[in-house]
């Protein structure tokens, strides 16, 4: 069951569209279920309905013209909650929905439980599925009514009510979510032959401008350079800049003029001071080394969003707020890097997982720095050739995902586990697509019968639960090929195969075959051990063998520290 509510200063008009057949002849038999004293005139069960309708306005606003006479009456006296059930719930009786009314008004302030002064107040049922209450907000006392924060109150409210009632629970949020449009917005849209409003458009286009800029000042000249958009910036008198402000080219209000929207307005996360705190002192990493030398951009942003698990199972919820928001940005950069038939899916994927990216734990912006600016560095290396980058990259992401729901389940965010499900059903799909490709040119290069027979025998010693399972799945050709490809390169399969299952259990894989393929085929683009490191990671082996007791968490794999990633 969800409420809606608002304020207005016109009971008559409410009254009558209460009462009336409705804007689309929806009102079908209008009449009161509940009052503040039981014996409300009701215009619906009246035989003179305008003379009922009138004398029922005048009793709820007999304290607002006493409070008049004193000064005291409030601008907007008039407060509106609808309520509705979902839809499959059972039908209620008027009976139910009228201790439903006095429930609400009891938990919202407007008339407290056994309060003599509470506000004077009506419940109109027009339809199967919700009932009005309408309400004047003076008191007996012609104080005005003490309903603070009325919705969060009337919510939590509903939640017992639901309960109670045996209807479906509401996922509910945490006021973190991002204006839904209005009506007008939406037809607005309709009319305009768009699927999306303005404000979603506006919304969106700030979300990718801020994916891809390194600092606040390049993130408003990202705007501002966007086709069909128009940006207004605004500074202190110090000339610092104080904020922005937004609108859509053609999207017009009445005069003729802009309708702009400020960064806040389109989302509680996208106001320019928030966008600053993300956006200060990162960027892309420069590196000296050879270009021959230097890491693929796709590795190192894969390597770190396979971090993500672990920074969220380490209790840190500040930094585990920042690194989902930072992998929020990851997937809204993505579309502008994925070939075109990827696009709609990753798009969908970025737009749902938005929700998840805000919670009410404050981010520690400064704990994502590394992650958004290996984020960055895709920019310099769009997707091309067999798309193997991507494809990594979305294997992790998958991973990632699933890890941000789960926190997000522990804390009891219910929209942000929602939205983040309904993004790993699109990120799936961009996944089988994007793994396509290159899973096949990698079959294609498949080694000879004896060498797979090999490596199918390294492949059950250091993998036994899973090895024939692997074996098993199409994509253990393209496994055997970066396999004996890193063996040519200099790489101990072997060891390979060690070191990220250790690095990552294959409980959780949608597919082993392609988990160990994108981490082997990163792995082995690292330079290979020379003989001397091989020797010492012999030496090494079997120390720890002959005394495992002292077996370091950090074991040394292909001549160099075991990167840290996660152990789910």
């Keep these: 069951m969800i409420a809606k509510i608002s304020s207005g200063k016109d009971t008559a008009g409410l009254i009558r569209y209460l009462y009336g057949p409705g804007r689309a002849n929806e009102h079908t038999d209008p009449h009161l279920v509940a009052s503040w004293d039981g014996f409300a005139p009701d215009p619906g069960r009246s035989n003179d309905f305008n003379a009922t309708r009138k004398l029922l306005v005048a009793d709820l606003d007999l304290r607002l013209h006493q409070a008049k006479r004193l000064g005291r009456a409030p601008k907007q006296h008039v407060w509106h909650c609808s309520l509705r059930t979902s839809p499959g719930d059972r039908v209620l009786s008027d009976d139910e929905w009228a201790t439903i009314a006095r429930r609400i008004v009891a938990a919202t302030g407007i008339a407290p439980e056994g309060d003599p002064d509470g506000c004077r107040w009506v419940a109109v049922r027009h339809a199967e599925d919700h009932i009005h209450i309408a309400a004047t907000k003076v008191r007996g006392d012609l104080r005005p009514a003490r309903h603070w924060n009325d919705y969060l109150t009337a919510d939590k409210e509903l939640a017992i009510i639901e309960k109670d009632y045996g209807l479906q629970q509401v996922i509910r949020g945490d006021r973190t979510a991002a204006k839904r449009p209005t009506r007008a917005e939406q037809e607005k849209a309709h009319r305009t032959g768009h699927q999306r409003t303005a404000r979603e458009r506006l919304r969106s286009t700030v979300r ?239 080694p000879p019968a004896h060498t797979i027979e090999r490596h199918a025998k390294q492949l059950r010693a250091v993998v036994p639960d899973y090895a024939e399972q692997v074996l098993e799945d199409p994509a253990w050709a393209a496994l055997a090929t970066v396999l004996t490809e890193s063996e040519t390169a200099g790489h101990d399969p072997e060891r390979l195969l060690q070191h990220v299952t250790r690095q990552r259990t294959l409980a959780d894989a949608h597919s082993a075959a392609q988990v160990l393929t994108w981490r082997i085929l990163r792995l082995s683009q690292r330079q290979a051990p020379s003989a001397r490191a091989r020797a010492a990671q012999t030496r090494s082996t079997v120390r720890s063998i002959s005394s495992p007791a002292q077996v370091s968490p950090a074991t040394t794999v292909q001549g160099g520290p075991a990167p840290r990633g996660p152990h789910r």
């Design 208 to 446: 990718t401008a801020v994916s891809v800029a390194t600092s606040p000042e390049e993130f408003l000249d990202i705007l501002a350079r966007t086709d069909n958009v128009h940006v207004d910036i605004q500074y202190f008198p110090s000339g610092d800049i104080r904020g922005y402000k937004i609108a859509l080219a053609g999207d017009t209000n009445a005069a003729g003029d802009p309708i702009w929207h400020s960064g806040s307005k389109l989302a509680p996360d996208l106001s320019f001071p928030k966008i600053r705190e993300r956006l200060t002192d990162i960027g892309t990493t420069p590196t000296t080394a050879p270009e021959n030398r230097r890491p693929d951009p796709w590795h190192q942003a894969t390597a770190a969003a396979e971090r993500i698990p672990t920074r969220l199972n380490q209790g840190d919820d500040a930094a585990a707020q920042a690194n989902i928001a930072a992998f929020g940005e990851a997937l809204d950069a993505l579309p502008i890097l994925a070939p075109k038939d990827l696009r709609p899916q990753l798009q969908q994927a970025a737009s749902t997982f938005e929700r998840a990216t805000r919670s009410r734990v404050r981010a520690q912006q400064d704990q994502a720095r590394a992650l958004r600016s290996a984020i960055r560095a895709l920019l310099t290396t769009p997707v091309t050739g067999d798309g193997a980058g991507l494809a990594m990259f979305l294997d992790v992401a998958l991973l990632a995902v699933t890890a941000a729901a789960h926190w997000h389940q522990l804390r009891q965010h219910d929209q942000q586990v929602t939205a983040a499900h309904q993004a790993l059903t699109h990120l799936q799909t961009a996944y089988q697509e994007a793994a396509r490709a290159p899973l096949a040119s990698l079959a294609q290069r498949q």
